[in-house]
């Protein structure tokens, strides 16, 4: 008896082979297809959230810069506010009602003090995911003096400076990681950055 062989019933020794797929093939193959389109869309979700924040970078980085340049010669950074700056704001960040709105549509703000001026991005309208807040924080930690991180309405800007949620760069310090993560892990993150000239 030749066992190469399969009968109809699927007994070696048949003449006639089995065509086609069964039915568990199918669902094993289409599981596989559905996991790789899942991972598809991860992916494409977390690099455009990547991008976002690398974009609030470049942003308040022209933003500084520009700020920098106007308010300089007067030694003095007092004047800065929303509507003092509105010229300056790179799109698709705005000014509206006297508020500074970042790229996410978050209200922020933007003020100043006679020797710095501070930037907060961020909030609850379109909440920062803690990887881009960690992106933000760390994208702009070499030229800002300051930086905290917390849940919106905790690290704040005011007069300039940068207070609570925090300090994941204090003022004159070095970058503190741990800082970072527990600011960022709070509920709709904020990074607040204070800036001199």
Known sequence: MN????????LPGSRKSMHGFTMIEIMIAIVIMALGAVAVLYYQSRTQA???????????TMLVGKTRAAFRPTNSFALVS????????PSPM???????????????????????????????TNPLTAEQCSIIATGLANSAVAINVGASGAATAASGAVSGGSAYKAAGGVPNPANLQTGCA????????????
């Open 50 to 60: 990547t991008q976002t924040a690398n974009n609030i970078v470049t942003d308040v």
């Open 94 to 124: 705005q000014v509206s009602s006297g508020n500074l709105i970042d790229e996410l549509g978050n209200t922020g703000a933007i003020n100043g003090a006679a020797s710095s001026f501070a930037i907060v991005v961020g909030g609850t």
């Open 186 to 197: 709070a509920t709709s993150p904020v990074v607040a950055m204070q800036f001199s000239s």
């Open 82 to 89: 929303p509507t003092t700056i509105s010229q300056y704001v």
């Open 3 to 10: 066992f190469n062989q399969r009968k109809p019933n699927g």
